[in-house]
């Protein structure tokens, strides 16, 4: 629509015709073609992965237990919309070479006058046989006030059950407030966009949980997000869900992860984040985000928890880079390298974003494990 509305209003201010009618048909089959091969596949691929995720053995198994197995199986349609995207784009460079070409054969009229047929008179009773939507269409006022009485039902509904959340959740005594740091690290985890590959809602189907909480097969209660600003629910799943993901790797799984996805998943289509590996994490704003938190949402953190958020955060911080140089050491000696080559200009590896990342990911999923075999503490 939009470039139908460029092609019939640029020759009328330029006073000419289309430089060519040609191009602009094939815009027209470049840009169909774009959408078919865009959408289609995009259908194939949902439905293909789909029901890959709902296999099981006879043995109750999942058959694609490893998520990079429906991930590789539907890379040919990632192509396929790859190749949409080309040709939808190669018809918008035509247009533009078009409208540019025209523009430069016109002559560009302003200010021209023009005038229309003056609107006749209508009453605003009624008339026989017509419609009562098309009647009310033509009386602004009465128009007006039903919309708004609409909205504002409509407004009432979505809002006032809200306001009322606290009442309507059950609260989890084992779910608490993210540490200083693992606000921190949700901060970067938006900021990348890692929520619009992963989703962290898992639901209640048997595969679901099976996959994304084998061992305790639990789907996501309401309790969890409780203390989440914004929630990260999502629906796209290129990634896997990660509401279960603390604990399930080593910190030092999660550092390679970032820094090279197909070092520790072979195939993966994550892209990298090295720069998450040499950013100094900024923490001026940390303090003011804890008590943010507990002012305006209620979040239950002390005084002495908020006036110390920098200590908490700190001895945080020591102890995964702590396992991380257990884990793997050749990390630690890369960073002992960089710190004699760098100098006074080193950043120690505590103070770096990648490590505020890594204690959210180890954090997501893990008060629920606490309630899996008792039943949940309600406060």
């Avoid at 396929?80 to 939808?88: A, E, H």
């Avoid at 430069?104 to 008179?121: H, I, R």
């Avoid at 505590?350 to 075999?373: K, M, P, S």
Wanted: glycine share 8%; with cysteine; net charge positive.
């Amino acid at each position: 629509m939009a470039f139908g509305v460029i092609y019939y209003l640029v020759p009328v201010m330029w006073r000419t015709k289309i430089w060519s009618p040609k191009l602009a048909n094939w815009h027209f089959w470049l840009g169909t073609l774009g959408i078919i091969f865009y959408a289609v596949p995009m259908y194939i691929a949902g439905f293909t992965q789909g029901l890959m995720w709902k296999q099981f053995n006879p043995d109750g198994t999942l058959v694609y237990k490893n998520w990079l197995d429906t991930v590789t199986a539907i890379l040919p349609y990632f192509k396929m919309r790859f190749l949409g995207g080309l040709f939808y784009l190669g018809g918008a460079v035509l247009m533009v070479i078009n409208v540019y070409k025209t523009i430069k054969f016109g002559s560009f009229q302003k200010d021209v006058p023009t005038e229309a047929a003056a609107l006749a008179k209508v009453g605003t009773s009624r008339r026989q046989g017509e419609g009562w939507h098309v009647w009310l269409e033509r009386t602004p006022h009465l128009l007006s006030i039903f919309a708004f009485v609409a909205i504002a039902i409509g407004g009432l509904v979505e809002i006032v059950p809200t306001l009322t959340i606290k009442s309507n959740v059950t609260q989890l005594s084992s779910v608490k407030p993210y540490s200083p740091l693992e606000l921190e690290g949700r901060d970067l985890y938006v900021r990348e966009g890692c929520n619009s590959c992963h989703s962290q809602m898992i639901r209640p189907f048997r595969d679901e949980v099976m996959r994304f909480d084998g061992k305790n097969g639990q789907y996501s209660k309401a309790g969890e997000f409780i203390y989440d600003r914004p929630f990260l629910w999502g629906s796209k799943r290129t990634g896997p869900d990660l509401q279960r993901e603390g604990q399930k790797n080593p910190d030092s799984w999660h550092f390679k992860h970032m820094y090279n996805p197909r070092i520790t998943s072979a195939g993966s289509i994550m892209p990298r984040f090295p720069w998450l590996i040499t950013n100094k994490l900024d923490r001026t704003q940390m303090t003011a985000k804890v008590r943010l938190m507990k002012n305006t949402f209620d979040v239950p953190y002390t005084k002495a928890e908020i006036d110390s958020a920098d200590q908490w955060a700190d001895n945080q911080s020591k102890a995964i880079v702590k396992r991380i140089y257990s884990e793997a050491t050749d990390l630690k000696d890369q960073m002992e390298k960089e710190r004699s080559s760098k100098g006074n200009a080193f950043v120690p590896l505590e103070d770096r974003e990648i490590i505020a990342l890594i204690a959210y990911l180890q954090r997501l999923g893990t008060d629920i494990r606490t309630t899996a075999v008792k039943t949940a503490s309600i406060k």
